[in-house]
């Protein structure tokens, strides 16, 4: 079993997301709620970012006893939150501490584009009280970057790594995409090792996939573009792992690596289920009340007054989902408390898979072997078949 993690257990503590849509061009492969929208300011960001606040309050107020509870992520996705400036977020950051109790050791962490890193906003960033930040570099190579259909600067890329390393936020990580028609596993590992010689503590890669709704995916029906290239993903999916573990790294979760004790503690929370308010247009939340969506068209976000009722979950199927994408041990013991209906078939099931030599299990400690990452989504089907 793997030792540079400890458990995973389950730890009662809510955390915040927070969405800002706008972006300087949508990707056709992106399936997240965004607006591209050039490289000025939003005329609408004061409004969003007062909107935010009224949201939070009225969530807030369907969250029993939170007074008494005390958050310790928060984090900014997108779009691309680094469109903003420091200043607004040094106001929200202050606005949650005067309404909740925001632990002194929080997670706060703002996902960046290449484009907006510099040294000075970094360090606005850091005054404001952001600590950890995510850049979605893809890939360095210009061929990548266009068939991704990304804005690219070729005057800025070769200055991010630079900005990361000189800045006061030391807690940095970096988004690689694998997969696209034409790259090489070489030209990947070359991105690799580029993001790892400027230090950072957190990759996640993505493989390119074919999302439903995406300008990507119409162009893939059409033939006009080639699909992701299945046998590269494969591969990298396959040796990475020990790729990055012989530079400190270790898997934590399907897609993401960190240095030990600093995986993205809010993501977590989305696999361990944890409560978290989502704020913004194209936000989801999960509640004592229930789980909930916020619209995806900002200025339909921006007149909402009356927010959509609260849907309680399938604790089951959304338990075995999320839980069985983490590659750390797992303390299992508070999570299938969960279910306890389905409590001992669970144990029962991974007792057979850990004697196949897919998983360890001891005692309530689990953990998929590395190799698992390849047949992960038929493992899970198979936990989750009740019959």
Request: hydrophobic share 35%; charged share 25%.
């Amino acid at each position: 079993m793997e030792t540079g993690f400890p458990a995973i257990r389950k730890i009662n503590r809510p955390g915040i997301y927070v969405h800002y849509p706008f972006c300087v061009h949508k990707c056709s492969y992106c399936d997240f709620f965004s607006e591209g929208i050039g490289l000025a300011p939003s005329p609408l960001e004061g409004e969003l970012f007062a909107k935010y606040k009224e949201e939070f309050l009225t969530r807030i107020g369907k969250f029993p006893d939170h007074k008494n509870m005390t958050f310790d992520t928060v984090f900014f996705g997108g779009g691309t939150p680094s469109k903003a400036s420091p200043e607004r977020y040094a106001d929200f950051i202050k606005f949650l501490k005067e309404n909740i109790q925001l632990s002194e050791n929080s997670e706060i962490t703002l996902e960046c584009n290449p484009e907006d890193i510099s040294p000075e906003y970094l360090r606005g960033l850091h005054d404001a009280g952001v600590n950890r930040i995510h850049v979605g570099i893809q890939s360095f190579l210009p061929k990548n970057l266009k068939f991704l259909d990304r804005y690219y600067d070729p005057e800025t890329y070769p200055r991010i790594l630079e900005a990361l390393t000189s800045s006061p936020i030391q807690n940095f990580g970096a988004d690689l995409m694998f997969g696209v028609p034409k790259q090489t596993e070489e030209e990947f590992y070359s991105d690799a090792e580029e993001v790892l010689k400027a230090g950072v503590s957190h990759i996640s890669i993505y493989a390119l996939t074919v999302e439903k709704g995406t300008e990507y995916s119409r162009k893939v029906s059409a033939g006009t573009v080639p699909p992701p290239t299945e046998e590269v993903q494969e591969n990298i999916l396959m040796h990475l792992p020990d790729f990055l573990a012989d530079r400190g790294f270790l898997q934590y979760e399907v897609s993401n690596y960190s240095k030990p004790g600093l995986y993205s503690r809010h993501n977590m929370k989305y696999w361990t289920y944890e409560y978290y308010l989502g704020i913004g247009p194209g936000a989801h939340g999960f509640l004592p009340s229930g789980r909930y969506s916020n619209p995806r068209n900002t200025n339909t976000y921006l007149r909402k007054i009356q927010y959509d009722p609260y849907e309680k979950p399938d604790i089951f199927e959304e338990l075995l989902v999320s839980l069985f994408r983490i590659f750390m041990p797992v303390d299992l013991s508070g999570f299938l408390d969960l279910i306890p209906d389905q409590k001992d078939r669970i144990l029962c099931k991974l007792k057979v898979k850990a004697s196949e030599g897919k998983c360890s299990l001891d005692g309530n400690i689990f953990q998929w072997n590395k190799e698992a990452v390849l047949f992960l989504d038929s493992e899970i089907l198979d936990l989750a078949q009740t019959e």
